[in-house]
């Protein structure tokens, strides 16, 4: 007699989605503060797919937009503050992170997270605003509008374009010195005084060595 274990089917939006935190304040004052990090866990025995979407992507650097949670692990999303200015200061923006199973598109579950900026750190954030603001709040964001967070690429160091025009150059000279006749030859066009010893001739094989080493690995 065989035994499948198969996982139950899941109803599309019935599953919890556990995120930490709920609320994310960014202070303008406080520049440590324009990068916090949300961590997605996933307490479940199977793999989850995750999407963030953003009801004002323009606003805020996604580090990982979209990516996958292994079995039973967690994963750090990154988010920045990218548009800190005071016309912005105690707008509440919604971040909704959205889970799927590895092998389906339907969304699993999904969480919502309110990011809010403000001026100083000494202001107080929006958890401690009176029952009634809050709760009117939450019902003007109930039917906002969510996008697709496009992946933030962090930046990096431009890759090299190949070798400078100095090396370049020094490298020609090296090849002009070696082409040059030997001190001593006699059938020879070239002026006497361009005529180099043995050493000149093996200091500019050197460098011109080094140069090529410089080269190649440009």
């Known amino acids: 007699m065989q035994h499948h274990n198969r996982q139950p089917e899941l109803v599309e939006g019935s599953l919890p989605v556990f995120v930490f935190p709920t609320e994310l304040v960014f202070y303008a004052d406080e520049q440590t503060s324009h990068k916090q990090v949300l961590t997605l866990y996933n307490p479940y025995e199977f793999a989850l797919k995750f999407k963030v979407l953003c009801t004002a992507p323009n606003k805020y650097a996604v580090v990982d937009a979209t990516g996958a949670v292994k079995p039973q692990c967690c994963v750090d999303i990154v ?14 923006d919604k971040f909704r992170l959205q889970v ?14 309110m990011a ?35 992946a933030f690429q962090p930046e990096s160091r431009a890759a090299p374009g190949g070798p400078s ?8 000279v090296c090849v002009a010195v070696l082409m040059l006749p030997t001190l001593g030859e006699l059938e020879s066009v070239v002026p ?24 190649l690995r440009t």
Do not use: W
Not at 79 to 92: P, S
Not at 166 to 172: C, I, K, Q
């Open 165 to 172: 025009v100095l090396t370049v150059l020094l490298g020609l």
């Open 116 to 150: 809010t900026l403000l001026p100083s750190a000494s202001q107080e954030p929006s958890h401690s605003r009176p029952q009634e603001e809050e709760r009117r709040m939450k019902e003007q964001l109930a039917d906002s509008a969510f996008f697709e967070q496009t």
């Open 192 to 215: 006497v005084y361009l005529h180099l010893s043995v050493n000149k001739k093996l200091v500019a094989a050197y460098v011109l060595g080094l140069l090529t080493m410089v080269i």
């Open 79 to 92: 988010i920045r503050h990218r548009d800190v200015r005071a016309c912005h200061y105690g707008v509440i």
């Open 100 to 113: 799927s199973e590895q092998s389906q598109r339907k969304a699993l579950g999904r969480k919502e997270v």
